[in-house]
């Protein structure tokens, strides 16, 4: 049925929660400009080796006027140690799902305009995650290569051993049918060579592109050899030498009109079946999502006014809405495509969790993919709730949400924490797509809460000792404990840290959330012709 708002638009209340909203917007905005403005003084520097420079490449790689949806774009933010007003977000990278030739591909981009496109802390984990997407996904994976590898001066065991696993992957995406392309801008040397070597296709471009287990320099430190870069892994060498090559480009737009050529000759959307025809618009701008929710999580709203401004026509079916009234669960379509939608209006209780439990495996038994809104403190406690059996019942909301087989599609738009967020398919449990909220916090508890626990346990523990409480200390511990979680929670940082695909602008939620779950119809409809080791080069 349709959804009758309560939401008055324009009112004190309405613009002051916008205000807010868009104070946090403009920060992500402004974040995210960084490493474009960055990589932008590298621009002259191209020109005269005659190169596009990172984002010209992508814009000519991309088809004109079509959606592209970047991931990770904050990763890696105050993830090596930097202060917040120096952080560059992006990790050197530029990663999304976008289309090329009329086929929805995985596209992962070195940003070669920042450190020569070396990696940080955080790369290894975007390009995993990207990876793994595209496998799950079923999506052509194209790189445009152009990085100088690890940054020695930064060197970490842990980053090596873990780098690994992006050569491993890109074996698991040919071996699973789904091809993979690279095309070498510039240099990808040492482990950054198997990039294109493990690649099903490789374009390299003539004078520029360069692929060596070791470039000149590390050559004459292990060998006394002095070599040339060119002789050594250019493109031109690896086209009539060692055939790492399969096409010679001039230069960076025809090595990226040859990337178009293959997957158009891929044929990879005969399988899929048309898209449902145009839906209803929602009744309530999606516009207006920015007044709708507090950036305060412990300011309430009714869930439902999120939903409202997101399905097709603000029309949704209540699944027992007054049964574990706190967590609402609704059938309802976002583009034509039918949705179940899990929301949060308060702490999951046990009915509330014995209700999603059911509510998930309806979905699962129906086919219809899953959406998650998190805004929730967690699983109620306390004697009643735990004699109630909250651990059993959410317990069973936690399987239910780990063994369902239809997409899952995650946004945290407020507070997730402690298990709440496990029962509402968090990071952990590996939802197709998670997005959040500039508003959104993450973690096991909020600050205060962790801080007024411990301040209750040292006021117990002196009761005990019978020694006087020490209340300056008590306070400076009280501020620590909730700084520090508070540090850990934002939706900016934890974003750095890839524990998310990328922090959103509420408005844009239903046209990601299309986005998305067109991207899992895709998948789910296309058949692959995996083989047992992928395609190797002979």
């Not at 320099?217 to 892994?233: H, K, P, Q, S, W």
């Not at 379509?333 to 209006?345: D, F, K, R, S």
């Not at 308060?346 to 509330?352: E, R, S």
């Not at 439990?357 to 979905?363: D, M, S």
């Amino acid at each position: 049925m349709r959804f009758e708002t309560k939401v008055i638009v324009g009112s004190p209340g309405f613009e002051t929660r916008k205000q807010e909203m868009l104070g946090l917007i403009d920060r992500l905005r402004a974040l995210e400009a960084r490493a474009p403005q960055l990589s932008e003084q590298r621009r002259e520097r191209m020109k005269e080796r005659g190169q596009m420079t990172p984002r010209k490449r992508l814009s000519a790689l991309l088809d004109p006027g079509l959606p592209f949806v970047q991931l990770h774009s904050l990763a890696g933010y105050m993830a090596d140690g930097e202060t917040e007003e120096k952080s560059v977000p992006g990790s050197s990278l530029i990663a999304g799902i976008g289309f090329v030739s009329g086929t929805r591909c995985m596209i992962l981009v070195d940003d070669s305009g920042i450190k020569a496109g070396a990696m940080g802390r955080m790369t290894v984990d975007v390009v995993l995650s990207v990876q793994e997407m595209a496998l799950k996904q079923k999506l052509p994976f194209i790189h445009l290569v152009e990085s100088a590898g690890a940054n020695l001066m930064e060197y970490q065991v842990s980053l090596w051993a873990h780098g690994g696993a992006m050569f491993r992957n890109l074996a698991r995406l040919s071996a699973a049918g789904i091809p993979n392309i690279a095309l070498l801008h510039g240099p990808s040397t040492a482990g950054g060579a198997y990039m294109p070597g493990l690649a099903d296709y490789v374009v390299g471009v003539k004078k520029n592109g360069m692929a060596a287990l070791a470039g000149a320099a590390l050559v004459n430190a292990a060998t006394g050899e002095t070599a040339n870069d060119r002789d050594l892994g250019g493109s031109e060498m690896h086209a009539a030498t060692s055939g790492l090559v399969e096409y010679l480009a001039e230069d960076d737009a025809h090595g990226i009109e040859q990337v178009r050529a293959i997957v158009g000759q891929l044929h990879w959307n005969r399988d899929s079946k048309p898209m449902p025809i145009d839906a209803e618009a929602p009744l309530y701008a999606p516009e207006e999502l920015a007044g709708v929710v507090p950036v305060d999580y412990r300011i309430p709203y009714d869930v439902r006014e999120v939903v409202a401004r997101i399905v097709d026509g603000s029309d949704f079916l209540d699944f027992k809405p007054d049964f574990g009234a706190a967590t609402v669960c609704m059938q309802a379509a976002i583009h034509g495509m039918a949705v179940g939608l899990i929301g949060n209006n308060g702490p999951i209780d046990p009915a509330g969790a014995n209700k999603a439990a059911q509510f998930i495996q309806l979905c699962d038994q129906s086919d219809t993919p899953l959406i998650f809104l998190n805004n929730t403190t967690g699983f109620m406690v306390g004697t009643q709730y735990e004699q109630a059996g909250m651990i059993k019942h959410g317990s069973k909301m936690i399987q239910a949400v780990t063994n369902v087989e239809v997409p899952k599609i995650a946004l945290y738009i407020g507070a997730s924490f402690g298990a709440g967020n496990y029962g509402m398919s968090g990071y952990a449990y590996e939802p197709d797509f998670l997005f959040s909220w500039p508003n959104a916090l993450t973690g096991v508890m909020g600050g205060e809460q962790a801080a007024r626990t411990m301040d209750v346990v040292a006021r117990a523990g002196a009761r005990r000792k019978g020694i006087e409480v020490d209340e300056t200390r008590l306070k400076a511990q009280f501020d620590a404990i909730k700084a520090h979680f508070d540090g850990q929670s934002d939706a900016f940082y934890t974003s750095g840290q890839c524990l998310d695909h990328g922090v959103i602008d509420p408005r844009d939620t239903r046209r990601i959330l299309g986005f998305c779950l067109a991207t899992c119809r895709e998948a789910r409809q296309r058949s692959l012709k995996p083989n047992s080791y992928g395609v190797a080069r002979f």
